[in-house]
């Protein structure tokens, strides 16, 4: 499949490199298409791996990962094209992390809205699936880092982009998927955060995740 990647951060390179080595074809993008992360990262990962801006990689991706930061996500897809997005699975994997006032972080919008909410109404045409964003990204790709049985989340409104985000979650590595239901599910997920930070400061390693006993 080609899939795009919007954000060459450590999220973004991390899943993209994930991606191509399980057999797709991915373009990373940036806000400039001489992005030097971008750039680099593409000749490390060889045929398979290119690289352009926010629209470029949107409109080559049959399926798009949105992996900048949450305050700015609205912004770069914009960029990326409303046209280029119409269609397709838009993961959105970004937390709305807000760092004007320091550490530690509070978040841009919760309780009655989520960011994927926002992207959703923002972009009617896309099919927007929250995921992946309650663990670091080392472990969003190799979820066999932390022992034990543990979950990750699933949202959206739409099943059969679901279903396709599914199956990328579970050629990661990814047993225990739950599907929490429509897009406010994202509300939730993204709340998590708060949580998920005081863990990562209390352990001293991000390597972690949450688990749902029943």
């Not at 320091?102 to 699936?129: K, W, Y």
Request: aromatic residues 6%.
């Amino acid at each position: 499949m080609n899939i795009g990647v919007l954000g060459t951060g450590v999220v973004g390179q991390t899943l993209a490199s994930a991606l191509v080595q399980r057999g797709h074809e991915v373009k990373l993008g940036a806000r400039s298409a001489t992005n030097e992360k971008a750039r680099d990262w593409a000749a490390k990962l060889g045929r398979s791996a290119s690289h352009g801006t926010f629209a470029d990689a949107a409109a080559f991706g049959e399926m798009v990962f949105n992996c900048t930061s949450g305050v700015s996500s609205l912004e770069a897809l914009e960029l990326a094209g409303a046209r280029n997005l119409d269609g397709k699975p838009l993961v959105d994997v970004a937390n709305p992390l807000d760092f004007s006032r320091g550490m530690p972080p509070t978040l841009s919008v919760c309780n009655t809205d989520s960011l994927a909410e926002q992207i959703q109404t923002a972009f009617p045409g896309a099919r927007v699936v929250k995921t992946l964003n309650t663990a670091t990204a080392q472990v969003m790709v190799n979820p066999g880092m932390v022992s034990g049985e543990h979950d990750i989340f699933i949202g959206g409104n739409d099943p059969g982009a679901k279903a396709q985000v599914t199956e990328i979650l579970q050629s990661f590595g990814w047993r225990n998927i739950i599907d929490l239901g429509d897009i406010t599910s994202a509300r939730g997920m993204e709340m998590i955060l708060p949580l998920w930070l005081r863990l990562y400061g209390t352990f001293n390693s991000p390597v972690l995740n949450f688990h749902v006993a029943r």
